[in-house]
């Protein structure tokens, strides 16, 4: 299983997008300072998640999120909404 996922930082009032094959590992690794991008922001705290049968299609949604392009900005927006700081 892959996991496509958004993490949020209070502390720096934003989110950082991943993805990866265990969810639970990574998260513990981004908590840990162990990702230089995210050691910063920590405590981290999963907003939300998608689960995914192969690397790739994960990988797709992750780029797809960044991109913030048509129907994917529109979810974006309603996810960082429900997100509160």
Known sequence: MYYFYILKSNKLKSCYYGFTNDLRRRFKEHNQGLSAY????????????????????????????????????????????????
């Open 38 to 85: 995210t050691k910063n922001g920590r405590p981290w705290k999963i907003a939300y998640y998608e689960a995914f049968s192969n690397k790739a299609d994960a990988f797709e949604r992750e780029k797809q999120m960044k991109r913030r392009k048509n129907s994917y900005t529109l979810l974006r927006r309603r996810i960082i909404r429900s997100i509160e700081f």
